[in-house]
């Protein structure tokens, strides 16, 4: 199975801030990967597929970028309903498998 | 409104079987992938399993954790998504999300969620 290692495991951050979280597949993946946002109980939503293709209705303020094992999502200025846990999925072979997810925190 | 909407989750014993279900509302379900992924309290997310669509045979995919265990299946006239699980372990005790999966090889999103069943296996 293809791990997907994602880093960090946490972070604090203030509002406003740029915030970069990534995601390391074990082996190349194409650009078979989205980005999930989990608020605490609630199911998750998707904001990217496609390694950078935003869901609809995402704000532009989400980015996502790479190619191959190495990904990266972006926040460019992380607002209050931003804090969550995110998670990277690959979807490029079976058994499909997340990471095991950043949280991210107010500072 | 697009929606799906899992039931069936409940207190089960080591050992015993279960059946989740999973109607579909508000699109063309016989037209979409569906998969389940679950969440152990506390802990990240687990995708357990696919079957496609009759275009595409109703072939399934599972997860090497649920393989033999768990079986995925579907009835697009009921629009219902299914997932029957046996020999279930402690391990097993989960929130058990129904997703729809959009798009096309390598351009697919989970991009409907519903807000999960609850599944505790426990003596």
């Known amino acids: 199975a293809i791990q997907m290692t994602q880093s960090p495991s946490s972070l604090s951050a203030s509002v406003g801030d740029r915030v970069t979280i990534t995601c390391r597949a074990s082996?190349?993946?194409?650009?078979?990967l989205g980005w999930y946002q989990q608020k605490p109980g609630k199911a998750p939503k998707v904001l990217i597929y496609a390694t950078s293709t935003l869901q609809s209705g995402v704000p532009s303020r989400f980015s996502g970028s790479g190619s191959g094992t190495d990904f990266t999502l972006t926040i460019s200025s992380l607002q209050p309903e931003d804090f969550a846990t995110y998670y990277c999925l690959q979807d490029y072979d079976y058994p499909l498998t997340f990471g095991q997810g950043t949280k991210v925190d107010i500072k | 409104e697009v929606q799906v909407v899992e039931s069936g989750g409940t207190l089960v014993q080591p050992g015993g079987s279960l059946r989740l279900s999973c109607a579909a509302s508000g699109f063309t379900f016989s037209d979409y992938y569906m998969d389940w992924v679950r969440q152990a309290p506390g802990k990240g997310l687990e995708w357990l399993g696919r079957v496609r669509n009759k275009p595409n045979s109703y072939t399934t995919e599972y997860a090497a954790s649920v393989i033999g265990r768990f079986t995925i299946s579907r009835d697009d006239s009921q629009r219902s998504l299914f997932l029957q699980m046996n020999s279930l372990k402690s391990e097993d005790t989960a929130v058990y999300y129904c997703?729809?999966?959009?798009?096309?090889?390598?351009?697919?999103?989970?991009?409907?969620w519903g807000q999960g069943t609850m599944v505790t296996v426990s003596s």
């Open positions: 082996q190349g993946i194409r650009n078979d």
């Open positions: 997703i729809r999966v959009s798009g096309q090889k390598h351009s697919r999103a989970f991009d409907i």
